[in-house]
Each structure stands twice: as C-alpha cells, then as structure tokens.
C-alpha cells in the first residue's frame, strides 16, 4: 500500500499520540459500519423527492434542494434517519456491544487512544458510546454558529461545559468530543445545505470567539488527525478553512487518511484516478498535511501495528 508517510512522519504522529498531543477530527466514513455514507444518503434522499440535477451524489447540494420549501427539513430528516438506523442495529446487535468490540474499526481506534479532545463533523452520539464503552466519562459539546442553537440550549436546560459556572478541563478520562457541525441533540445545529456552509463559514469571520479557547488551541497546538473524509469535499474544505482562520497554518505535522482515487470501491469512480492523486498530494503538501492513501480500516490496522497495542 503506497502512502506519503515516511518513518519519520510516522514516528512524530505515534509520539504526539501516546502523549495526547494529537487531535482527532472525524468525518461520516468512521461510522461506516453502521450509517451509510453521505453520498449514499444523497442519493436516496434525490430518489424519494425527485432531485433534477446531475449531482445526485453531493449530500449538500441535495440538503439545499430540501432547503428550499423549509430549511429545517433536511435536518429533521438527516435525524430521523440516522435514529431509524441505529434503533435497527441496536436491535440486531445487542446494544452494538459486537460493533464496539472491534478493535480495528476507526472508531473503535479512536476511542482506545488517550485523547483529551475529539472534533467531529458527525451528528450522532456513536463516538460518545464508544467512549463509554471504554470505561471513559466523555463530555459533548458542539459550535454554537448560528443563534437559534444557544435558544434550544436554553429551553432544554443544557448548559455548555465550558461555561462561566464551572469551567471543563478536558482529559483523558473525561475527554471532550466536540460537533463542529451540531449534533442530534439540536436540530436548529446541523450544517448540512450549502447555506448552512455558507453561513457557517460568514458567522466564523464576524465570531470568531464561537470556537471555545480549549478547541482552538487543540486546533493549532497539536498535530491533527483526520479520518473519515475525502478531501477534495466541501465539508473537509471547509474544516480546512475553518483551521486556517481560527490558528492559522498549523506548525505541527498533519496526517489525513484517504481512500485512493484508485481503489474500485470508489464510488463514483474517478476518470483519471492518479491526475487526482497528484492534485491533492500537491495541494495539502504546502498545509503539511500529509495522506495515507488506504481505507480507514488500513489505516486502523498500520497504526494498531504500530502502536504495538492500544492501551494508553
């Protein structure tokens, strides 16, 4: 399996591991076991309510066509779906006590490892129960970008953990797992339609003090982890950004894993697979963000490997 990781970059990232200097940023393909992937939703969501465009694959563009006649509608539906589904595994699986047995899925991985903080652009509670499952007390928290968020917040009583009352430490044991996007909990939170990215992206550039301090210096003091997106999507590009804004060019090597253009699992497969390999080693090269080219569980498995065992 070729990568970009030479043992050098490899030896920095399991240090920054072990030490907890390193910040995991996960995207929907960590849950692949369980949910489908956006564009696999995208495309059922086009089917069932006639979308008329080509880019039936593209979760936000279809997101934004739901938007139209209501702008909750494609939050309220992404929850329902995503609860539909799980009620189904847990059903099958026995409290998904099976799926979190798995120590080579990456979500499984990421929950093993001594982090203080997670950042997910996930809306579900997946990565809370793997946490707990471990024996871990994880907090959530999510990005408080619009303000309809803090009024649900304060309806339902639920008091961000990094408030003036009592101020959160993130730790090993009681990690942080941080929805930049929203999460389940409130709808009014999910990013999800271009406008949702748009004004996401606006909100930070007039608030930028809606990052919470601990996130932000996660950001731009460790090395950073991303797995579960493809980098040539919006909503990485947006991460990307996001990064770029609040901390600057981060100083601390990188590591993104992403599936080769390649590989035959590639859906829709790509016209000229090593042209886009090229483009996207070049354009992250200058960020110091550097690819494992592989699937998620390639990646769970080299590092396992590596690790020499997950115990932190």
Request: hydrophobic share 40%.
């Amino acid at each position: 399996m070729e990568t970009t990781l030479d043992e050098g970059q490899w030896k920095i990232l399991l240090k920054r591991i072990r030490s907890g200097n390193c910040t995991p940023f996960l995207g929907a393909a960590v849950n692949e076991g369980i949910f489908p992937l956006g564009k696999d939703i995208a495309k059922k969501w086009a089917d069932k309510y006639s979308y008329p465009l080509d880019d039936c694959f593209d979760l936000m563009k279809v997101a934004q066509f739901l938007a139209v006649k209501d702008q909750m509608a494609p939050k309220e539906e992404i929850i329902d779906f995503l609860n539909e589904r799980l009620q189904e595994r847990l059903k099958q699986d026995e409290d998904l006590k099976e799926f979190f047995k798995d120590p080579y899925e990456p979500l499984n991985l990421m929950a093993d490892l001594p982090f203080p903080i997670y950042i997910t652009t996930n809306y579900d509670d997946l990565l809370v129960r793997a946490l707990r499952s471990r024996g871990r007390d994880p907090q959530r928290e999510l990005c408080q970008w619009n303000k309809y968020i803090k009024e649900e917040l304060d309806k339902k009583g639920k008091k961000s953990v990094f408030g003036a009352e009592s101020y959160f430490v993130p730790s090993k044991e009681k990690p942080l797992v941080f929805h930049l996007h929203g999460n389940d909990e409130v709808p009014e939170s999910l990013v999800i339609a271009e406008d949702d990215y748009f004004e996401f992206l606006v909100n930070l550039s007039k608030f930028p003090n809606m990052i919470p301090r601990d996130i932000e210096g996660a950001m731009a003091n460790t090395s950073l982890l991303f797995i579960g997106y493809a980098l040539a999507d919006w909503d990485f590009r947006v991460l990307w950004k996001l990064l770029r804004t609040v901390s600057g060019k981060p100083g601390r090597i990188s590591v993104a894993v992403q599936l080769d253009p390649s590989d035959p699992e590639q859906d829709p497969p790509k016209k000229k697979p090593q042209e886009v390999k090229n483009y996207l080693t070049g354009y992250f090269k200058n960020m110091e963000v550097h690819i494992f080219w592989g699937k998620a569980k390639e990646f769970t498995a080299e590092l396992q490997n590596r690790l020499g065992g997950v115990s932190p």
